[in-house]
């Protein structure tokens, strides 16, 4: 499978709790993107790493939500925490360089 | 913040028939991309334009470009039932990788 890779796809976690989520890119694509989907809504972009860098972080909310994209491994979305609010599919996404972007099938987080 | 306005919202067609939906932006965007979303996929890359006035086709789907470089349309010609699903439009401003999506188009596909 050569595509990008998402997981878990589904997680559940209660308040408090921490999610990781784990996003490996397309092979030869050192560009990742996260993004966030609520139900009925497209989709907004959070972070943007390239490895070992975070390149732009603008759509992440400053507490609790942390990204890495690490030399080795994969890519890791963490949300410390977790309010009810947070309930949502989060996409990552890689590409070549700067061009098009492929997606993942997203992990669908559930707060209780 | 850049916002995309994607219409319509939802289109119910019959089979055969073609179908046509478009994004409009408050900004000037140097890259469009249209994806399609099945229900608890990921998105798919369709048409990637680069150009102001570039028209793209890919099979039985069309894109353009607007001359504008604030908009662009995607039609998809003789639909099948296979088309069902939510259509976005992204496009990324210049200096920035990344993408501002509009709120979807739900076709339905009636056989």
């Known amino acids: 499978n050569a595509g990008v890779m998402q997981n878990p796809r589904h997680l559940v976690r209660r308040r408090g709790q921490e999610a990781r989520l784990r996003c490996s890119p397309m092979?030869?694509?050192?560009?990742v993107y996260w993004y966030r989907q609520l139900p009925e809504e497209g989709l907004k972009f959070m972070v943007y790493?390239?490895?070992?860098?975070?390149?732009?972080e603008s759509g992440m909310p400053k507490e609790r939500f942390s990204a890495e994209f690490p030399k080795e491994g994969p890519s890791i979305l963490r949300i410390q925490q977790v309010v009810r609010g947070d309930s949502a599919a989060y996409f990552c996404?890689?590409?070549?360089?700067?061009?098009?972007?492929?997606f993942g099938p997203g992990t669908r987080l559930t707060v209780t | 913040g850049q916002q995309l306005n994607q219409s319509p919202q939802s289109m119910f067609i019959q089979e055969g028939e073609d179908v046509s939906m478009n994004c409009t932006s408050s900004s000037i965007f140097n890259t469009w991309l249209w994806y399609k979303q099945d229900p608890g996929e990921g998105p798919v890359l369709l048409i990637a334009l680069y150009k102001a006035g570039e028209l793209t086709s890919n099979g039985r789907l069309t894109a353009q470009f607007g001359i504008t470089r604030k908009d662009s349309f995607l039609n998809i010609s003789a639909s099948i039932p296979s088309d069902v699903g939510i259509y976005f439009c992204a496009g990324q401003e210049g200096g920035s990788e990344k993408l501002v999506f509009g709120k979807g188009t739900k076709l339905t596909v009636n056989p």
């Open positions: 790493l390239q490895k070992e860098n975070i390149i732009d």
């Open positions: 996404a890689s590409s070549y360089a700067t061009y098009e972007q492929y």
């Open positions: 092979k030869g694509h050192s560009h």
